[in-house]
């Protein structure tokens, strides 16, 4: 996360943490409205595989070749007639642990591949995947002991209910 919150990190922090991630796990830099020396900066400490931000952030930003981007859509704003092949899809605000439209993201979700984000916690994962069902879903605030700092038991639960949501083996 390289933005203004609670979890904001470095690059250098980033690549630091992300030193022994296995190389088949992807490492997503989360942006928000970043300029391009901050995108140019995470690009050369970083090296992500993927780049989440604001789908406007990509008409003006520089992406460095090799670097996928996950553009987000916010529930409430006008669509493209051409969807990407993969969206992330959230409200207004990100971060902050409110739920967005899931209906709206259905309609979505049939047309595109859709990451499902905003506001899902371990007690809600499974009738937003029943809804929505989503490509995939994305959480921050919602398995946190307090704001920064992660839960593993809610992470544990969140990962058991939406496999189980998705008719996928808990291990
Ligand atoms: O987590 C943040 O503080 C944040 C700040 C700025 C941009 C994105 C951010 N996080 C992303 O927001 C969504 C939803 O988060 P939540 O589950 O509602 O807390 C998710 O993609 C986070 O990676």
């Not at 921050?140 to 209910?161: C, H, L, T, W």
């Amino acid at each position: 996360m390289f933005a203004e919150s609670k979890r904001r990190v470095t690059a250098v922090q980033a690549a630091e943490l992300a030193r022994d991630v296995p190389r088949d796990i992807l490492r997503v830099a989360v942006m928000l409205h970043p300029s391009q020396a901050e995108l140019d900066e995470v690009w050369s400490q970083f090296r992500p595989d993927v780049l989440q931000t604001d789908v406007d952030d990509l008409a003006i930003l520089q992406v460095p070749d090799g670097l996928q981007v996950t553009p987000v859509f916010r529930a409430g704003r006008a669509l493209p007639a051409t969807l990407p092949t993969r969206l992330l899809f959230e409200g207004p605000v990100s971060g902050t642990g409110e739920t967005t439209d899931w209906s709206a993201a259905a309609e979505l979700a049939a047309r595109t591949q859709l990451i499902l984000a905003g506001g899902l916690k371990p007690a809600n994962v499974a009738e937003a995947i029943a809804i929505a069902r989503p490509f995939g879903v994305d959480v921050s605030s919602g398995v946190e002991a307090r704001p920064g700092v992660k839960d593993p038991q809610k992470i544990y639960d969140f990962v058991r209910n939406a496999r189980a949501a998705g008719n996928g083996a808990v291990k």
